[in-house]
Nanobody
Framework: QVQLVESGGGLVQAGDSLRFSCAAS????????MGWFCQALGKEREFVVV????????YYADSVKGRFTISRDNAKTTVYLQMSGLKPEDTAVYYC????????????????????WGKGTQVTVSS
């Protein structure tokens, strides 16, 4: 069982930077593939980025490539999402998610590929 707690959301202006943290419980954090999703008001939850523990591969949504960076600190059992060049369309609730290495690559781009979810943190980007 893994519990995920996101933090770092807030109200920012377009062009600003922000960093989310996702603190995970559990002694096997280093063996979890970690992802971030976002959900804007009235929309479905969308893939943002995933980093796979086994291969170290990282995949980004096209909309955030070059602006967002995922990283993880296994010693702190924390995954981060560094966001720069924020746009109003980035406004959403951002969720951290963990996969216990059961999902295939394509599943990891969808919410069903994950076993555990945080409650989310809101970012609002004003123009």
């Amino acid at each position: 069982q893994v519990q995920l707690v996101e933090s770092g959301g807030g109200l920012v202006q377009a062009g600003d930077s922000l960093r989310f943290s996702c603190a995970a419980s559990g002694r096997t954090f280093n063996r979890y593939t970690m992802g971030w999703f976002c959900q804007a008001l009235g929309k479905e939850r969308e893939f943002v980025v995933v980093t796979r523990w086994r291969s170290g591969s990282t995949y980004y949504a096209d909309s955030v490539k070059g602006r967002f960076t995922i990283s993880r600190d296994n010693a702190k059992t924390t995954v981060y999402l560094q966001m720069s060049g924020l746009k109003p369309e980035d406004t959403a609730v951002y969720y951290c998610a963990a996969d216990s290495d059961t999902a295939g690559v394509q599943e990891l781009f969808t919410p069903r590929g994950y076993d555990y979810w945080g409650k989310g943190t809101q970012v609002t980007v004003s123009s």
